[in-house]
T-cell receptor, first 115, second 111 residues
Framework: NAGVTQTPKFQVLKTGQSMTLQCAQDMNHEYMSWYRQDPGMGLRLIHYSVGAGITDQGEVPNGYNVSRSTTEDFPLRLLSAAPSQTSVYFC??????????????FGEGSRLTVL | SQKIEQNSEALNIQEGKTATLTCNYTNYSPAYLQWYRQDPGRGPVFLLLIRENEKEKRKERLKVTFDTTLKQSLFHITASQPADSATYLCALDEGNNDMRFGAGTRLTVKP
C-alpha cells in the first residue's frame, strides 16, 4: 500500500517558470490538501479538497492553483514561480470528509527551490 | 489575530523522564486538536486526536490533554527514549476543514 505519493521529490525552477507538483493517494480518501513548510513557520495550508470536483482555499493560496478531477489525484500548479515559493511542499489526505476529524496521511514532501 | 504557539523551539530531556510539550492557541475555537511527529526530511506522522468535548486521551506512552478554557493542549511522553527524539507538531481544526499547525517543538532525548 503506497499511501500518499508525491513527485518530484526535488525541483529547481527559475523565476517565472511554471510547474506542477503531483500528489496521488491509493486509500480512496475524500479529503486531500496541500501544505507548505518553511523554517520557523510550521505547516501552512495552501488549498484543500473534500472530494472530486470540489476545491477550496486555505491560508496561503496566492500563486497556486489546484484541481481535483479524480478521487486519487490532487495536483498543485505554480503558474509563475517566485523565490518566495521556495519551500517544502506536503500533500496530505484523510479518510473523513473533514480534515480535522481524522488523521492526515502525509506524503514525503517535495523540496522546491526557485532561483 | 489567530495564533498557535508551541512552548519552545527545542526541549532537551534525559532518557526515562517525562517530556511535556505545550500548545497554546489564540482566537480559535477548535473542534479537533491533533498531534503529529515529524522526523528530519520526512512528512508528519499522526499520533493522537482529541475532540473539544474530551479532556484527555492516551495511547501507550503518550497522553494528550485539552483545556478549552485555558486554550491549551499538553502532550506528554512518559518513560522517554532516544528514539522519541523528533519534532512534534500540534494542529487544530475548527470543524471547517481548515487545519492549522503550530511551528513545532524539537525534542531531544539524551541517553
Amino acid at each position: 500500500n503506497a499511501g500518499v505519493t508525491q513527485t518530484p521529490k526535488f525541483q529547481v525552477l527559475k523565476t517565472g517558470q511554471s510547474m506542477t507538483l503531483q500528489c496521488a493517494q491509493d486509500m480512496n480518501h475524500e479529503y486531500m490538501s496541500w501544505y507548505r513548510q518553511d523554517p520557523g513557520m510550521g505547516l501552512r495550508l495552501i488549498h484543500y479538497s473534500v472530494g472530486a470536483g470540489i476545491t477550496d482555499q486555505g491560508e496561503v493560496p496566492n500563486g497556486y492553483n489546484v484541481s481535483r478531477s479524480t478521487t486519487e489525484d490532487f495536483p498543485l500548479r505554480l503558474l509563475s514561480a517566485a523565490p518566495s515559493q521556495t519551500s517544502v511542499y506536503f500533500c496530505a489526505s484523510s479518510g473523513l470528509a473533514g480534515g480535522g476529524n481524522g488523521e492526515l496521511f502525509f506524503g514525503e514532501g517535495s523540496r522546491l527551490t526557485v532561483l | 489575530s489567530q495564533k498557535i504557539e508551541q512552548n519552545s523551539e527545542a526541549l532537551n530531556i534525559q532518557e526515562g523522564k517525562t517530556a511535556t510539550l505545550t500548545c497554546n492557541y489564540t482566537n480559535y475555537s477548535p473542534a479537533y486538536l491533533q498531534w503529529y511527529r515529524q522526523d528530519p526530511g520526512r512528512g508528519p506522522v499522526f499520533l493522537l486526536l482529541i475532540r473539544e468535548n474530551e479532556k484527555e486521551k492516551r495511547k501507550e506512552r503518550l497522553k494528550v490533554t485539552f483545556d478549552t478554557t485555558l486554550k491549551q493542549s499538553l502532550f506528554h511522553i512518559t518513560a522517554s527514549q532516544p528514539a522519541d527524539s523528533a519534532t512534534y507538531l500540534c494542529a487544530l481544526d475548527e470543524g471547517n476543514n481548515d487545519m492549522r499547525f503550530g511551528a513545532g517543538t524539537r525534542l531531544t532525548v539524551k541517553p
